[in-house]
């Protein structure tokens, strides 16, 4: 298995522009998250979805969209680029039965490093 | 929300124990602990985790306090490749994880 892949690694974008940060996983899990981390802080939540066409907000939703039109993709959109979204961005997966609370890991990927201009 | 405090940093040596304590005095009944760890330049990775019990896998040993009120993540001999952020995380409901910024450790040869 690849796990958690994001593409692409780096990225440079001009405000006011727009780019959609892409994230495959081929575990079969039901869960998938993004993050972001600024410089020296920890991880906060963007956006998850607990299934294909399911998404809700987390922590700092502002400034983005995301899909889940299939299990295996979590697409994150940035429609206007603004220099508060220069961060690290991850992208995370995890398998959780329906209707379980089993407390399993959440399986990370390698992240994108965004600057916005 | 439950939190978790660490220390910011801490130092050792290699091939010696590393104890890195996280109280987390709100935690509630069902509130399970984890440990997440985030080399240099990567992404966040599953240490352990536990309830109640102390739990021991490949990487490392949880030991739980008795009213759950603390915890300390042991790993039992240092290498270099140990030094990261590792993270104490009371997972909050069944879909997230919340980090706070987590202690760093660093490991001398």
């Known amino acids: 298995n690849a796990g958690v892949t994001q593409t692409p690694k780096f990225r440079i974008l001009k405000i006011g522009q727009s780019m959609t940060l892409q994230c495959t996983q081929d575990?079969?899990?039901?869960?998938m998250y993004w993050y972001r981390q600024d410089p020296g802080m920890g991880l906060k939540l963007i956006y998850y979805?607990?299934?294909?066409?399911?998404?809700d907000k987390g922590e700092v939703p502002n400034g983005y969209n995301v899909s889940r039109s299939t299990t295996e993709d979590f697409p994150l959109r940035l429609e206007l680029a603004a220099p508060s979204q220069t961060s690290v961005y991850f992208c995370?997966?995890?398998?959780?039965?329906?209707?379980?609370?089993?407390?399993?890991?959440?399986?990370f990927g390698p992240g994108t490093r965004l600057t916005v201009t | 929300d439950a939190k978790t405090t660490q220390p910011n940093s801490m130092e050792s040596n290699e091939e010696e124990p590393v104890h890195l304590p996280c109280n987390h005095s709100?935690?509630?009944?069902?509130?399970?602990i984890h440990w997440y760890r985030q080399l240099p330049s990567q992404g966040p990775e599953y240490v352990i985790h536990?309830?109640?019990s102390n739990v021991n896998n490949r990487m490392a040993s949880l030991a739980i306090a008795e009213d759950r009120k603390s915890s300390t993540l042991i790993l039992h001999r240092a290498t270099l490749r140990d030094a990261a952020v590792y993270y104490c995380?009371?997972?909050?409901?069944?879909?997230?994880?919340?980090f706070g910024a987590g202690t760093t450790v660093t490991v001398r040869a």
């Open positions: 995370a997966s995890r398998f959780s039965p329906s209707g379980s609370l089993i407390n399993n890991e959440q399986y």
């Open positions: 575990m079969n899990h039901n869960y």
């Open positions: 979805s607990v299934g294909a066409g399911i998404t």
């Open positions: 709100t935690i509630s009944g069902t509130d399970y």
């Open positions: 536990g309830l109640t």
């Open positions: 995380i009371l997972r909050d409901n069944d879909y997230k994880l919340s």
